[in-house]
């Protein structure tokens, strides 16, 4: 067991193209989508230890710790590998709950990529992956720690090196429900699949964006705000937006000058996430 106390990054992600090519027998829906990392981040330390419980602080407001995607992480974790040992994760919590950026699956992945460090478990990345998805579609992505194209549900995974921006992300006042915007009966679900090549030339755009705006009006206000300015559009399942620009002054310039209403912040695009910078350089 590795006790010593470590302090881990658990990413968010941006989707800088989704777009939905069908709908599966199983409700679940066929996407081709590109993950790319930024450099904001939530944080985990970790102490392990031979208790044998999982403790987590603080606790999150309305979140039972058995519904707390770092506890189901955790105990996946031990029953997979009827590990006895225990550990107290202490939670720093950066990246907004429901945006789109992925902070839930990347607390679950960064957990899991973690208890394996200082559990000694010595379980694969693939085996962490495949414990992930029965946590969340996006938990894969963020164990790969690569930009990737993803397709299927969003398990298969095509390392790619698009560019690494700048951008604005726009926290939007609304929580956004993943399942719900798949519901949506106007939501466009069968768009062209495309070669990996051609993906990555093409105008990038979010087959989800259209239902976001006609239902969530703060939505629409941030995207037609920020695109007086720059090229803009949502992550995800929604709320945030991301704006994009060559340069981080260019990104703070507007930043400075949003309106009271909008809440955002500045950050990198990464192709190497964080939380891989951290397991392959300072702790090989």
Partial sequence: MHIEKIRWPAPAKLNLFLYITGQRPDGYHNLQTLFQFIDHCDFLTINANKSGKISITPEIADVPLESNLIYKAARLLQEHTQCSLGAHIELEK??????????????????LVALNYHWQLNLSERTLATLGVKLGADVPIFIHGKAAIAEGVGEKLTSVFPKQPHYLIAVPNCHISTPDVFKNPFLKRDTKKLSHEQLMNNKWTNDCQPCVKKNYPEVAKTIDWLLEYAPTQMTGTGACVFSTFEQACDAESLAEKSPNWLNCFTTKGVNVSPLRELLTTKLD
Avoid: F, I, V
Avoid at 94 to 111: I, K, V
């Fill in 94 to 111: 950066n990246l907004p709950m429901g945006g789109g950026l992925g902070g839930g699956s990347s607390d679950a992945a960064t957990t």
